[in-house]
């Protein structure tokens, strides 16, 4: 929501205790696009959820704070464009995933090397 960037920094340096994923995706959408989809899925008579009662304001600053981490971390974090066809989408997750597995495979045949 409106949280401090800063407070929620602070909170995520606390929760994690040091420990950061090697792998981040954000799968980006247009938050316009993405309520349109939750809303598409939902079944005759079934209500939005508190998510998708939030405003498009909401949405577009969350959008806005996990592109901004993925700037500051793009070692770590990848983007990738949602909009785009499902199968496609997943491709780009599997390519993601599996260079990760792939580059923690040669460091840790390096360290065997070494020792």
């Not at 929620?8 to 959408?29: C, F």
């Not at 005759?44 to 998708?52: L, N």
């Not at 793009?74 to 199968?87: F, T, Y």
């Amino acid at each position: 929501g409106n949280l401090d960037p800063g407070l929620m920094a602070e909170i995520e340096r606390v929760a994690i205790a040091g420990m950061m994923p090697d792998l981040t995706i954000i799968l980006d959408l247009d938050p316009a696009d993405g309520l349109r989809r939750a809303a598409s899925r939902r079944e005759e008579g079934e209500t939005a959820d508190r998510f998708e009662k939030e405003t498009l304001a909401i949405h577009a600053a969350r959008r806005d704070a996990y592109l901004e981490i993925a700037r500051r971390e793009p070692k770590r974090c990848i983007v990738i464009d949602a909009a785009r066809d499902a199968d496609l989408v997943e491709d780009a997750v599997t390519e993601a995933v599996f260079a990760i597995l792939a580059k923690r495979a040669r460091k840790s045949g390096q360290r065997k090397d070494a020792s």
